[in-house]
């Protein structure tokens, strides 16, 4: 079972953003820039994070809300090291162009090289596109990762592994927050990959869950 409810947005999160309407891409955006915000005089201009984390409750404890302003993937592999394998994959894909919607878990759980050799092939997918969100779990070690579609890094679990991970990675500690309003930007250069993801692999889909995906 996928602890769905554990995962909660920061406070202000639901009412702090400005979402595309329709699935297509934002104007002025370079592909591969998963947010945009408004910049006077010039229009949509990419958004980056300050490359900084902070701990904050969460219903069984506390998590880190890490926001990387690059290599999110290579970030999100090395926390996963902090996880006892196997892990399971659910792929979120909450606004689609050319699948359904919906949580899809991977069949079978996959081991550390396992894990590397399914994200790498969609790498610039996952990084550059914010159609879905990607959960990695660890059932033995009672942990989830949550890359969502924000380029934020939700993190549950061994909290002082995390924090020795993000230390070497040259994250601080400190505050941060989405732009306001911002943008969600959804390319059309990456339709392939979505049917892709979908085809290549064993999925369980389920629908979205509203509050929890969106």
Known sequence: MWPVRRHEPPDGYRYNIEMSSEPGPSSRAPVGTKLAYHLDGVGQAPHRHPHLWKREPAANGERLLIGPKEGFLDLLLQLADCLEPPYAILYVLSVPRVSEPGRYQMSGRLDR?????????????????????????????????????????????????????????????????????????????FDETEKLIIASHEWKRTGILPGVDD
């Open 113 to 189: 090289q396992q894990l590397q050799e399914f994200v790498e092939p969609y790498r610039a997918y996952l990084e550059g596109d914010a159609r879905h969100h990607l959960w990695i779990h660890s059932h033995d070690s009672t942990a989830t990762l949550v890359y969502d579609k924000h380029d934020l890094i939700y993190a549950y679990g061994p909290l002082d592994c995390y924090l020795d991970v993000l230390e070497k990675n040259q994250l601080m500690a400190g505050q941060f927050e989405l732009p306001f309003p911002h943008y969600h930007n959804y390319f059309p250069e």
